[in-house]
C-alpha cells in the first residue's frame, strides 16, 4: 500500500511539473489573438493634407486588390507639409457619421502590426497616429484635432514582411500634448478608446510625389493573458510544493510511528535494566540517550510546524489573491527546506535508536554506605593493574589513609574507573609512559578530587563539548561518547557534586576538579 502511493505521489508530481513546464512555454512564446482592421471598407477610408492649414500638397486614396494606396504629391508652401490616410473605427450611427466616442478598447493588447510599403523621396518613413478619446480631452466640437495622438514613425520598406511594433512604443506627441496643457494624469499613451488610425508621410518629407500601400493592420494578444499564465504557475507550483509537502509528511509520520515504537521497546528495555541490582546506574545512561534522541524528534517538530504554518498561509494567500510570484517562491524554498531538515533528523534519530539496541554498558553503583575512601582507591587500581602494566602507564594516589564517608562506593569506583580509561584511550594515545596523579581532600562538609594526567590535553573547543552525550573524537574506533557524559550524571545527580575541567592543550595534560558533599552525621571521618 505504502509503495502505492509512493508511486501515485510520483505520477502526480511528475503531472504538475510536466504542466508547469507547458504553461511556462505558453507563458514565454505565447499563443495570440488577433483584430485585424478592415481595409476594404470604403466608408471608413478616407485622407487628409495640410491644405487644410494653408498647404498645397494633395493626396489620392484608393482601394486596390494589395490593400489602401495613398498617393501624395508634396508641395511645399505649408513649413511641414503632409499627407495621411485615415481609417475611421468608431461606430456608425445617422448618414453614415462616425460616434468618436465609441471607438474600440485596445488596452488589453500587446502590439500592432502594420505591414505596407513606402516610395518617394528620402526618408524612407512614416507615421502611425492611434487617435484615442477620452472626454476628460477632447471635445471635437471646440478643437477637431483633441483626440490623442499616440504616435510612432519607422521605416516600413526595411520590414518586408511587417513588425509586430508594441503598443509600449508609442509615445504621445510633445506638440499636441503642449498646444493643449494635457495634465500629468493624461500624459501618457492611451489605447482604452482608439477611434481613428492615420498613416502619414514622414516629418521632415521632401516635396514630390510619394505613396503608401497599406496592406494590412492588425492588433494582437496573449490568447490567454500573461497574467491568467502567471497565477496558473504560481498555482501549479503551489500544488506540486503541497503535494511534495503531503508526501514528505507521511513518510515522516512513518518514520515518527516506527520511532515510536523503537523508543517504546527502549523505554520497556530499560525499566527491566533498572530493576537489575547490577544494572541500576543504568537509568542515567537512558536519560542521556533519551535526551540525545530527543534533540532530532524535537527538531523535527519544529520542522513539521513550520511547514504547516506555511501551508497555511499559503493557501490564505491563495484565497485573498495576495499570492505573488516572489512570495510564494520564498514559501516552497521554506517546505522544501523544512522537509529537508525534518527528514534528515528522523534518520538520524533512527540511526541512533538502532546504535543503542546493541549497546551493553554496565553501571555498578552499590548502596549508599559508611566505607574508608583510600581502600575504594586502592582496590579501584588493582583491579586495572594488568591494563596499567601492559600499557606501561602509572596511578599515583594522594589520599588520606584514616578518611572514612558515607556514600556510594560503587559511584566512586565507577568514575575512577572512567577517567583512567579516559586517559588510557585518549590521552596517552601516542604517549609511552602515562602518569595519572588522584588527590583527595576534605573541607568541612565536602570531599574534593583532583584528578590529572601529563597526556596529549584537551583542546578549549572540545572542552565545551565534552559533557554533551555521544560527543567523541573517535567515533571511527568504536567509542560511542558516553564516557565522561555518564560521569558527569554520576557526580551531579547521584553525589549531588560538582565536575569541572580544564586543560592548556599541547600535552600540557588535563586537570579535572571532582567535588561532593559527604554526611558528617554518619560519621564521616574517624
Not at 482604452?192 to 510619394?210: C, F, K, Q, R
Not at 572542552?463 to 574506533?477: A, C, D, L, M, V
Amino acid at each position: 500500500m505504502d509503495y502505492l502511493k509512493q508511486r501515485l505521489a510520483s505520477i502526480t508530481l511528475l503531472l504538475l511539473i510536466f504542466l508547469s513546464v507547458a504553461t511556462l512555454y505558453l507563458y514565454t512564446v505565447g499563443v495570440y489573438t488577433t483584430f485585424e482592421i478592415d481595409l476594404t471598407d470604403k466608408a471608413t477610408s478616407g485622407k487628409n493634407t495640410d491644405v487644410a492649414i494653408a498647404g498645397k500638397s494633395t493626396a489620392v486614396i484608393e482601394h486596390t486588390k494589395d490593400g489602401l494606396l495613398l498617393n501624395c504629391a508634396i508641395q511645399f508652401g505649408y513649413a511641414w507639409p503632409f499627407c495621411q490616410g485615415k481609417i475611421n473605427l468608431a461606430e456608425k450611427w445617422e448618414n453614415l457619421n462616425f460616434d468618436a466616442s465609441k471607438g474600440i478598447d485596445f488596452s488589453s493588447f500587446e502590439d500592432i502590426f502594420i505591414k505596407m510599403k513606402y516610395e518617394g523621396g528620402i526618408p524612407h518613413r512614416v507615421r502611425v497616429y492611434l487617435r484615442n478619446y477620452n472626454s476628460a480631452y477632447t471635445d471635437l466640437d471646440k478643437d477637431d484635432n483633441s483626440m490623442k495622438i499616440n504616435e510612432i514613425e519607422f521605416s516600413p520598406n526595411r520590414h518586408p514582411k511587417g513588425p509586430n511594433i508594441p503598443l509600449n512604443s508609442f509615445q504621445v506627441a510633445g506638440w499636441w500634448s503642449s498646444a493643449r496643457e494635457i495634465p500629468l494624469e493624461y500624459a501618457g499613451a492611451e489605447f482604452s478608446n482608439i477611434s481613428l488610425i492615420e498613416v502619414s508621410t514622414p516629418v521632415m518629407a521632401t516635396h514630390g510625389p510619394a505613396s503608401i500601400l497599406i496592406q494590412e493592420i492588425s492588433f494582437r494578444k496573449q490568447f490567454i493573458p500573461k497574467e491568467h499564465l502567471l497565477i496558473m504557475m504560481i498555482l501549479l507550483w503551489l500544488v506540486s510544493a503541497l503535494v511534495h509537502f503531503v508526501f514528505r509528511l507521511h513518510h515522516s509520520n512513518a518514520t515518527l510511528q516506527k520511532l515510536e515504537v523503537t523508543l517504546g521497546e527502549l523505554t520497556k528495555t530499560q525499566k527491566q535494566l533498572v530493576e537489575s541490582e547490577k544494572l541500576a546506574s543504568l537509568g542515567n545512561l537512558v536519560a542521556g540517550v533519551a535526551h540525545e534522541i530527543n534533540t532530532p524528534l524535537g527538531v523535527c517538530i519544529t520542522y513539521t510546524s513550520v511547514m504547516a504554518d506555511t501551508a497555511n498561509n499559503v493557501n490564505e494567500q491563495i484565497q485573498n489573491n495576495q499570492l505573488s510570484k516572489g512570495g510564494l517562491k520564498d514559501q516552497i524554498d521554506t517546505l522544501i527546506r523544512s522537509s529537508e531538515g525534518s527528514l534528515h533528523n528522523l534518520k538520524r534519530a533512527d540511526k541512533l535508536i538502532t546504535s543503542f539496541k546493541h549497546l551493553a554498558v554496565n553501571a555498578d553503583t552499590s548502596e549508599k554506605a559508611r566505607f574508608l575512601f583510600s581502600e575504594v582507591i586502592s582496590d579501584t587500581v588493582l583491579t586495572l593493574q594488568n591494563t596499567l602494566t601492559k600499557s606501561n602507564h602509572t596511578v599515583n594516589v594522594n589520599c588520606p589513609e584514616d578518611l572514612i564517608i558515607n556514600s556510594y562506593p560503587g559511584a566512586i569506583s565507577q568514575i575512577l574507573i572512567g577517567l583512567i580509561d579516559n586517559s588510557i584511550k585518549h590521552g596517552f594515545e601516542n604517549i609511552e609512559k602515562g602518569v595519572m596523579n588522584i588527590t583527595v581532600s576534605k573541607s568541612a562538609d565536602t570531599l574534593s578530587m583532583i584528578y590529572t594526567d601529563n597526556g596529549c590535553g584537551i583542546n578549549e573547543a572540545e572542552i565545551k563539548k565534552i559533557f554533551e552525550p555521544f560527543y567523541t573524537t573517535k567515533r571511527n574506533k568504536g567509542h560511542v561518547g558516553l564516557g565522561l557524559n555518564t560521569l558527569h550524571n554520576v557526580i551531579i545527580k547521584m553525589l549531588n557534586g560538582k565536575f569541572a575541567i580544564c586543560s592548556d592543550g599541547d600535552n600540557a595534560g588535563v586537570i579535572i576538579n571532582i567535588s561532593f558533599p559527604i554526611d558528617s552525621d554518619d560519621g564521616s571521618e574517624q
